[in-house]
């Protein structure tokens, strides 16, 4: 039986095991799927033993996906430009990193919100881990451009730079956002975990889709989204689904159905 888990600190509140539960009985397959809790600098303690004790693959959640990118001994292109890893497989005693947050966000707006990145002008908000796993798989749906905007000024204008390599991203401050809506405003901040929001003008999301990528309640960002006239609000427990089956394919080359999954969760954290 494969034997798979999430390392991450804390990792009580995660919903992995359960994703991943569903997403093997639909194939029929026995896996075994565990939380690992690490103690804060010492991931690759912890990886290396969950590997000797024949663990075949793991996700890595907040705060060791920048220790999981050093663990790995080969790197994808999409945890590559990440810099960042969430996802481990151990084929042949080598160890791979792979990033599939970004792709997972992708193919929630596309599939399940059935909303198109293509020509449109997108603003991020916030510079974080998250932020730098998403900006290439929405870079390469050709987007007008991405405005990428952050509390510390200079994080945003260095992940800009870095990424401009893969299509249209500049950078500002949170102070320097104006009141014109652009088509999608992602909140990748993580603000709402602290039921933060961060100072926005309203204007900005009038028709606009308003995505938050944390998940599970209505976030003040949501509040603020619906309260001026987004078109679409949208929280991040599509995304988290989508990043999940991307690692079950990542690991056992099986494509899971995400939308009863979807359904099945939402129930379970609404
Ligand atoms: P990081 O800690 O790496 O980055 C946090 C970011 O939030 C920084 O840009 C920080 O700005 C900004 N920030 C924090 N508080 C505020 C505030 N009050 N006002 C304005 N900006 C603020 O976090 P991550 O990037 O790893 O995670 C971000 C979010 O994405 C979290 O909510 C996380 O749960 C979610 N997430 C969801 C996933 C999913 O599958 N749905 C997957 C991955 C992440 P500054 O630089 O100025 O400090």
């Known amino acids: 039986m494969n034997r798979f888990a999430v390392i991450g600190n804390p990792i009580n509140h995660s919903l992995s095991p359960m994703i991943h539960n569903e997403f093997s009985k639909e194939f029929n397959i026995k896996i075994s799927y565990e939380k690992m809790l690490s103690p804060i600098g010492e991931f690759a303690l912890t990886a290396e033993k969950f590997i000797q004790n024949g663990g075949s693959g793991f996700n890595i959640t907040l705060p060791f996906k920048i220790d999981a990118y050093s663990f790995s001994e080969e790197l994808t292109s999409n945890a590559k430009a990440a810099g960042a890893v969430n996802t481990i497989k151990i084929e042949n005693n080598v160890i791979f990193g792979e990033n599939t947050d970004g792709t997972g966000l992708v193919n929630d707006l596309e599939k ?73 405003v992602i ?27 944390m998940y599970g309640i209505e976030t003040p960002f949501m ?33 899971p159905n995400t939308s009863s999954i979807i359904s099945l969760i939402r129930e379970t954290v609404d």
């Open 112 to 184: 399940n919100l059935n909303q198109s990145l293509t020509d449109k002008e997108i603003l991020i908000i916030g510079a974080g881990g998250a932020t730098q796993g998403i900006l290439k798989p929405i870079l390469e749906k050709n987007p007008e451009k991405i405005l990428l905007a952050n509390r510390t000024l200079k994080k945003s204008l260095k992940l800009a730079n870095d990424f401009s390599k893969f299509g249209k991203v500049c950078g500002f401050g949170l102070d320097q956002i104006k009141s014109k809506p652009v088509d999608i």
């Open 187 to 213: 909140n990748a901040t993580s603000a709402s975990i602290d039921g933060e929001m961060p100072n926005l003008p309203g204007g900005l999301c009038e028709g606009a889709l308003c995505y938050d990528l």
């Open 223 to 255: 509040k603020w989204a619906h309260d001026n006239s987004a078109k679409m609000v949208s929280d991040g427990l599509g995304m988290l689904v989508e990043q999940a089956a991307l690692s079950f394919n990542y690991w056992l080359g099986k494509k």
